[in-house]
């Protein structure tokens, strides 16, 4: 019995055990002490029927991220939807549209291998969506519709494509967006 007492002591002498035993509870720490992830800095606007608004209680923007590729951008958002129906809602046109200030929808971006976007019914879920903006979808407002409701994602101010940088990912805190 006193030789194995002897070997776990010997064995908690060793520099190594402890330095994982460190980065093991660290990363434990930060798992369950960090918050959630950035949400949208604005809160719910009261507007009329059919008018875009912030959010709502079924749909709620939570990140918007930008992402300039040469002459275009990636326009990733993240919204928390309440699906109602008694069927899934699949998140894709005509269900889904990002209209911009002259009207024309913007086109959504995939890759081929990525699952399509879906709220199972009678659910709320967060979803990630895609698109891809020309820098004339950058000159006025963007609008978000789903299933009839619509979500104000950027204001009227025109953002020139030149004023993003060219394969690096901005958040975006607000419908204003201002690029630092």
Known sequence: MVRG?????????RFEIWVLLA???AGLAWVFLSGPPDEFDEEVLPTEPGKATVSSPA???RKLVIKRDYGNARLDVDVKLRNEKSEKLVLTSPAVRLMNGAGREVPSFFLPFDALPEVAAKSTQEAHLRYWLEEEDLLGTLTLEIDGLKLLLKDGTAVPMDSLKNGEETVLKSTKWTLD
Do not use: D, G
């Open 5 to 13: 007492s002897v070997a776990v002591m010997a064995f908690l002498k």
């Open 59 to 61: 749909l709620t923007l």
């Open 23 to 25: 980065v093991v509870i």
